[in-house]
């Protein structure tokens, strides 16, 4: 939780622009919550709320993927005027895979689109190559950025191995505040 802090920092004191940020943290069906929300706010509040989170009851696949796209576009006030609109989705399990779950995401997504809201996909250890091609179209359905770990990262367990060519080797938050200022630039 204390790269994203770093990372909204530095994005907040290194931009001329007014930056609001939000969290959606998201688990699964039976666990201790299912989603927690910190609405548009400013960059502190954000770090606030992220800062009260922890990591904890994972390992377990899959994950409320769904829920957590259909509550980013439900509770958090989008700005439709913004210059940029940026969803950044850290994941390391899949989405459910049922009927019902996969025409949820399919909708979800073509929301995000039609709202010109970027996907930017975080593909950590635990994800697959079936997991890698569904945030490989979330990036590309909404015109986002796929981005992933390497075991080069130090992060959590093993990283699949990502399907793509050659790739340049980023620590994860200067990856993301690269990202971010090109997009908002």
Request: proline fraction near 2%; hydrophobic fraction near 40%.
């Amino acid at each position: 939780m204390s790269d994203l802090v770093d990372i909204i920092g530095k994005v907040g004191n290194g931009s001329s622009r007014n930056i609001r940020t939000a969290a959606l943290m998201y688990r699964d069906e039976g666990d201790d919550y299912v989603t927690r929300v910190s609405n548009f706010a400013d960059v502190k509040s954000t770090s606030n709320f992220i800062s009260e989170q922890n990591a904890a009851g994972g390992g377990d696949y899959p994950e409320a993927v769904h829920t957590a796209l259909e509550k980013a576009l439900q509770s958090l006030s989008w700005n439709a005027d913004a210059h940029t609109r940026l969803a950044f989705m850290l994941l390391d399990a899949p989405a459910h895979h049922n009927d019902e779950v996969i025409a949820s995401l399919h909708k979800q997504i073509a929301s995000f689109a039609k709202a010109g809201i970027r996907i930017i996909p975080v593909a950590a250890s635990g994800v697959d190559k079936a997991t890698e091609f569904m945030l490989r179209y979330f990036a590309i359905a909404t015109d986002g950025t796929y981005t992933f770990l390497t075991n080069h990262s130090g992060i959590g367990g093993d990283h699949i191995v990502p399907t793509i060519g050659d790739y340049k080797v980023e620590q994860l938050n200067e990856l993301i505040v690269r990202l971010i200022t090109e997009f908002i630039e």
